[in-house]
């Protein structure tokens, strides 16, 4: 299961940056989406894919029994998908915004400031 | 006026004016539940925030401004403060900064009520949230017009 | 309660005071006052803080009593505090300069909370002891900085912020990846708790591995070469307040960063890793300043200039010695104030002389001696000409380099301050000294620019300060990298608190 969840996160990242190098600011957006979507799974990846129970820790006992999932990266999973999502969130906004002032898509337009 | 959704139709305009209410009860409820149990400020702000943004496809964009009656962003301001202040309370009793104080209310029927400053906290994420995603969704529409 | 609030304030204070002004989103009157308020509460906060530090050694402060290495801590070391201090300082001045130089419009597109939220990001990353919360704060400062960036909306401020935002997005995905797996590697996100568990991984070449990470997310930050494309793309288009508190701040979050973890974290192959980074230093000063030297325009020259400082600073990380150390320490403390000195007094020259184009501009020195003092000062101590502060900078890193033998740092360096100086002299001679053009531009109506006198002025004395004072400075200094290059005394202090 690891190494085809590893498997899927190479694709994603490659997809991610092959969509960066696209010429179209829509397509940049839809790379970085990808990027932070690659990120977060391999952080759920590395911390080890257990299919097991939620690390309660049961009434008398003192630690987890069994395998359990492990609660720090998933924190970070969801902190980092909250922190994409605000990030993207006003990316989608500029874009737009800079599509109404330069009325285009092609990111080979946007020498202005070289 | 709404040309630029093409959605206005009667049925989600009167669908809305009952599903709104209970949407927002919902969001307060899962604002409240969040310590111990699944929800949380961040989902039931994303909650009504959502439910805001229903009236402003099935009515428009004025009529969703004044059921919010402040600017968005004011309220990130109002929630970003909570949060930060709900970090000083435990100054005060000689804890450490940002330690989660619990208070105990008796109440005469319902038992006892518990507050917290992480309640603070939440209600402070939920009102960011909301103010944040409206920004977002109010500056696209303003955009369109 | 123990002092150990201390450590929160610089953080807690601009995050209430922006919320505040948020809450006053209309009332700019408030938000001006509460601005020049909170960046003061928050100076006197960072001195306070800085003096602390400096009697009693590293402070920590576990969030919420949560024990390290579980918990997020917040640690104040010598470096972190000077950071905070250099920020609170630069924060202050840029909200006395926005005062009167700041629009309407920006303010009601909220100028004063982005700036409060910056502010916070960057003290935060500061102070922060754990890996992924420096990332949260990263993220805080990246979004103010993208708002603030596309204020006013024109046409090469949309396609400078396009540029900006990818970059430092990709680094943010980067940060993230080599977080993901160093927490794989070592299961921890303290960053001292991290150091110690990295010296016991198997595998070097792993931790090599993410090391190179962590040095490709924070090169983009910081600017180096060869991923500095972005800053000058975006630096000189929104308005100069902004550019200011980029060009002081931002940047050097991203050098802030490579020095904490490559002296706290990744030591175990400083062979390799350092010496790649000496490469980068030296083709980031190069490029830099042979970038300025084709620059007309007044804000591109200091943007370019930017990125051949950060070579610098950069050289005195890379060549690890304890007295590169202390030359980086020294020159940051240096650069920061200069460089935001720098782009107020190019506002300056905006308002005074009506373009920043070189030339456009001429006469300045006639119309406006005291102006033209206000530039020699900065601008002769970024170039390294003593008594001033880029003198002393300039010549601990020279001398760290001699004697590390890499020569050829050491003559790039020399080369690239002689050329600072070439720079310099372009842009007096072409704003100051020749006669001004004709027809003359027309500058709008003479404002009180006192205040904006008072901005630049205070920053040029802190400029001639650091050069009087050289001797205090440079122990600072010199106190700031014996903790750098001894990290057991940093994870001391944050793990020994949990026994």
């Known amino acids: 299961m690891t190494t085809m969840m590893a498997i899927l996160i190479g694709c994603l990242y490659a997809a991610a940056i092959y969509m960066m190098l696209r010429r179209s600011m829509v397509k940049l957006l839809i790379g970085l989406i990808l990027l932070s979507n690659a990120a977060n799974l391999l952080i759920f990846t590395v911390a080890g894919l257990e299919r097991g129970v939620p690390p309660l820790i049961a009434k008398g006992a003192e630690t987890v029994v069994g395998g359990s999932a492990d609660p720090l990266a998933q924190a970070l999973i969801l902190t980092a ?7 993207l969130a006003f990316a989608v906004v500029l874009l737009h915004r800079a599509y109404e002032v330069i009325r285009t898509d092609d990111m080979n337009e946007m020498k202005g400031t070289d | ?43 039931g702000g994303l909650v009504a925030a959502a439910a805001i943004a229903l009236k402003l496809f099935a009515d428009d964009y004025p009529s969703a401004k004044a059921l919010l009656r402040v600017h968005p962003l004011q309220l990130v301001g109002i929630g970003l403060a909570l949060a930060a202040l709900s970090s000083l309370p435990s100054l005060l009793v000689g804890d450490n900064f940002f330690t989660a104080q619990w208070w105990t209310l008796p109440l005469p029927i319902f038992g006892e009520l518990k507050l917290s400053t992480p309640l603070i906290f939440d209600i402070g994420v939920f009102l960011g949230v909301i103010g944040t995603v409206l920004t977002v969704i109010f500056t696209l529409v303003e955009a369109e017009h | 309660m123990d002092m150990s609030v201390l450590i929160a304030l610089p953080v807690i204070i601009p995050l209430i005071i922006g919320a505040l002004s948020l809450v006053a989103l209309n009332n700019h009157g408030v938000q001006r006052i509460l601005g020049v308020l909170g960046t003061a509460a928050v100076l006197v906060a960072a001195i306070v803080l800085l003096w602390q530090t400096w009697l009693n050694g590293i402070k920590v402060l576990e969030v919420g009593s949560w024990p390290a290495p579980f918990g997020i801590v917040l640690v104040s070391d010598l470096l972190g505090a000077i950071m905070v201090l250099l920020a609170a300082i630069t924060g202050f001045a840029t909200a006395v300069y926005s005062l009167k130089t700041v629009r309407k419009r920006f303010e009601r597109f909220g100028y004063y909370p982005l700036l409060h939220l910056l502010l916070a990001g960057v003290n935060g990353a500061f102070l922060t002891g754990d890996i992924f919360n420096l990332y949260v704060w990263f993220e805080v400062l990246l979004v103010a900085s993208f708002a603030l960036l596309i204020q006013g909306g024109e046409r090469a401020q949309m ?5 900006y935002v990818t970059l430092n997005l990709l680094s943010s ?29 198997e595998d070097p070449k792993m931790v090599t591995l993410v090391a190179m990470l962590f040095l490709i997310a924070f090169s983009i930050k910081a600017a180096a070469f060869p991923l500095f494309f972005w800053l000058p793309a975006s630096y000189h288009t929104p308005q100069v307040a902004v550019s200011a508190v980029f060009a002081g701040l931002l940047t050097k979050v991203g ?57 610098y600073m950069m050289l005195g990380l ?3 010695t304890p007295l590169a150390l202390i030359g980086g320490v020294f020159y940051i403390m240096h650069h920061i104030i200069v460089k935001a000195n720098l782009f107020f007094v190019a506002g300056m020259m905006y308002r005074l002389g009506g373009s920043f184009e070189l030339k456009q501009l001429g006469g300045l020195y006639k119309k406006h001696p005291g102006l033209a003092l206000l530039f020699m000062i900065p601008a002769f101590s970024l170039a390294g000409v003593p008594p001033l502060s880029g003198f002393f900078a300039k010549f601990i890193l020279i001398k760290a380099g001699v004697e590390a033998q890499a020569w050829w740092a050491v003559a790039i360096a020399l080369f690239v301050g002689l050329f600072t100086l070439f720079s310099m002299i372009k842009i007096w001679n072409e704003a100051f000294w020749k006669k001004a053009p004709e027809p003359a531009i027309e500058v709008p109506a003479p404002y009180r620019n006192t205040a904006l ?46 026994k």
Do not use: C
């Open chain 1, 81 to 87: 998908i909250v922190i994409g999502f605000g990030v």
């Open chain 2, 1 to 43: 006026m709404s040309r630029q959704f093409n959605m206005r139709s009667l049925i989600l305009s009167t669908g809305t004016t009952i599903i709104l209410p209970l949407l927002l009860l919902f969001s307060l409820f899962l604002l409240l539940r969040g310590h111990n149990e699944p929800g949380g400020g961040f989902i």
């Open chain 3, 159 to 163: 396609e400078g912020a396009i540029k």
């Open chain 3, 173 to 201: 995905a980067l940060f993230l990846t080599a977080i993901g797996l160093l927490y794989g590697l070592v299961g921890s996100l303290n960053m001292a708790d991290i150091a110690v568990r990295l010296q016991q991984v």
């Open chain 3, 255 to 311: 050098v802030y960063a490579l020095y904490r973890v490559f002296t706290l974290m990744f030591t175990g192959e400083v062979d390799f890793t350092h010496q790649i980074l000496l490469w980068m230093a030296v083709f980031t000063m190069l490029t830099g300043v042979l970038g300025a030297a084709s620059q007309y325009e007044v804000r591109r020259i200091l943007s370019f200039h930017i990125i051949s400082q950060i070579g």
């Open chain 3, 318 to 320: 890379a060549l690890f």
């Open chain 3, 453 to 498: 006198y008072w901005t630049t002025g205070l920053l040029a004395a802190m400029t001639v300060a650091i050069g009087i004072f050289a001797q205090p400075i440079y122990v600072l200094a010199e106190t700031a990298a014996q903790q750098l290059l001894e990290p057991q005394r940093y994870i001391e202090a944050v793990l020994g608190g949990a």
